[in-house]
């Protein structure tokens, strides 16, 4: 099995084009306001188009209303929308409806009983991404560089992708542990908040794959 990479929070041109040299399968495109990775509409579909039938992009957010959804959709044009707030299973179906694209959903964990939370939406997500619950004071609702303890993921149902503090570090022992089949990160490959680093790109890619082979030898 081959992990699945997602750059997240890719800003800037030349990230994109470090992200598709190293080969991550997935960009993270963010649009929530406060956060240091927030694009506006315009810098969104100018990545879009350089990254289209070479990366997937993914339009990353946060209990979107309708109106968002339609501008994104219509003027990004991204490959897949991620989710990350508290959008009911009938409000994925609906954006899926929607817009008739892919949605990836991020199930916020902090304690095992957060797993179950990802039950509801099979057959309605095309794919479910465990990232760590942000503490109550956190001003971001994910892309905080915080993991949680992997090892809940062992009452999860495959396949699943993971995020929440993964770096060039760990990612390798993550991807062991869990049998995530995506990984995603953002803090982990950046030198300040908001802005990445091509040589910790580099790295945490080279680390999923590495693991990936270290797994396949061992099945
Ligand atoms: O990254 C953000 O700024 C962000 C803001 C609002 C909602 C979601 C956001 N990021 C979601 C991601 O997919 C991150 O990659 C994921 O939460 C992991 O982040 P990190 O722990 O920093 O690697």
Redesign the pocket.
């Known amino acids: 099995m081959t992990v699945k990479v997602k750059i ?2 890719v800003r800037t041109p030349a990230i994109l084009e470090t992200a598709v040299a190293a080969g991550a399968d997935f960009v ?1 495109l ?1 649009f ?1 306001a406060t ?3 927030n694009l506006g509409l315009q810098e969104a579909a100018s990545l879009v188009e350089a990254a289209r039938g070479r990366v997937a992009t993914v339009a ?1 957010m ?1 209990d979107p209303d309708d109106a968002l959804i339609d501008q994104v959709a219509q003027t990004v044009s991204p490959d897949l929308l ?1 989710l ?1 707030g508290h959008e009911t299973p009938e409000r994925v179906a609906a954006i899926k409806a929607r817009t008739r694209l892919p949605v990836i959903k ?1 199930i916020p964990v902090a304690v095992a009983a957060d797993i179950a939370a990802a039950d509801a939406y099979a057959g309605i997500a095309d794919e479910i991404l465990f ?2 619950k942000a503490a109550p004071d956190a001003a ?7 993991p949680f303890d992997w090892r809940m993921l062992a009452a999860a149902r495959p396949p699943f992708g993971l ?4 770096n060039p570090g760990n990612i390798a022992e993550a991807v062991r542990l869990t049998g995530a089949h995506l990984v ?5 490959v950046e030198s300040a908040a908001g802005v990445k680093d091509e040589e910790l790109i580099l790295r945490f890619i080279q680390g999923a794959r590495g693991a990936t082979q270290q797994q396949a030898k061992a099945s």
Do not use: E, I, M, T
């Open positions: 997240c929070g993270g963010v929530f956060s240091p990775r990353v946060v991620q990350h991020a990232d760590a971001l609702p994910g892309g905080n560089g915080v995020s929440g503090g993964l995603d990160v953002s803090s982990g």
